[in-house]
């Protein structure tokens, strides 16, 4: 079993912490130094027909099929593995509640997490921002000491983008806009979702589809 780490929003916490989001979508990165990138068979949007060539001429397909040398493996991990989440947050700490001064305090933010204790998360609040001025840190540079949410991936499987079907999008943690009076579905709520975050939903990329339960702590 192996444990790495995976970014989500605020928004996105909140779905994993209600249990509204058990499954995430991350688009597929082909490493470089691949000749070919494409398909390779009658169907297109088969992931056994669509991967890469390497120098070597083997084909590393995006799953595995009668041809495939090499299947590409998800770099979040497989089923039995573990995330680790990292969202934006901050430590609560100051230098008299130890008997410090600013000068004094450790450099590192896993030193501090341990000293302080308490961390904040800002999916918790619309908007803090400590006494002394100092910013939320962003999700990338939350250590592994702050983590209040850890998933065990149960599923791992590779699909076109668009191909998401209407209960995986609410598996994905969509809904908050979904009127089916207004033929707003899910997927409709998942595709802004996807392009609010920098995602291209026409492109239709092939995806990861990571299903996951997460761990009591």
Known sequence: ?????????????????????????????????????????????????????????????????????????????????????????????????FGLTREDLPHTWDTLVAAAGTVIYAADADSWIAADGRPWRPSIHMPRSACRLVLEITDVRVERLQAISEADAQREGAGDNVDYTRNRTYRDDFRDIWTSTGGNWDANPWVWVISFRRIEQ
């Open 1 to 97: 079993m192996r444990e790495r780490p995976i970014l989500f929003n605020g928004a996105m916490v909140r779905a994993i912490l209600s249990g509204a989001k058990t499954q995430t979508r991350r688009a597929v990165k082909m490493p470089p130094g691949f000749d070919f990138i494409g398909g390779s068979g009658d169907d297109l949007n088969d992931p056994a027909n669509w991967g890469a060539e390497d120098e070597d001429a083997r084909w590393w397909a995006l799953a595995a099929g009668p041809d495939t040398d090499h299947v590409l493996p998800c770099p979040f991990g497989q089923p039995g593995d573990r995330l680790w989440v990292r969202e934006t947050f901050m430590v609560e700490a100051h230098p008299a509640d």
